[in-house]
Nanobody, 120 residues
């Protein structure tokens, strides 16, 4: 089994910053891509940012220049540094990882989510 545990969410004022963390644990050989998604109330889940095992990053247009995704492969951890936060960034943020496990070269796993609330 694989577990992803997010942390770092909370309440912040507009213009502020937060750093989310996601730690993967369990039975896997390696992690391919890691990503952050978010889901606001009444909206569909959307991709925020992703990073490959080699460090290639991809960002949604609405966070470019404000958010930075990174990862520490030795710690099986991904981070999302969020700056210049806006009320529209309010959402539950989910970590996603694509892992190599015994039964698959590409198992998708999800965390439980961490709530980010940005007040105006």
């Amino acid at each position: 089994q694989v577990q992803l545990v997010e942390s770092g969410g909370g309440l912040v004022q507009a213009g502020g910053s937060l750093r989310l963390s996601c730690v993967a644990s369990g039975s896997f050989f390696s992690i391919n891509a890691m990503a952050w998604y978010r889901q606001a109330p009444g909206k569909q889940r959307e991709l925020v940012a992703s990073i490959t095992s080699g460090g290639r990053r991809n960002y949604a247009d609405f966070v470019k220049g404000r958010f930075t995704i990174s990862r520490d492969n030795a710690k099986n951890t991904a981070y999302l540094q969020m700056s210049s936060l806006k009320p529209d960034d309010t959402a539950v943020y989910y970590c996603n990882a694509n892992l190599v496990v015994a039964s698959s070269n590409g198992l998708d796993a999800w965390g439980q989510g961490t709530l980010v609330t940005v007040s105006s």
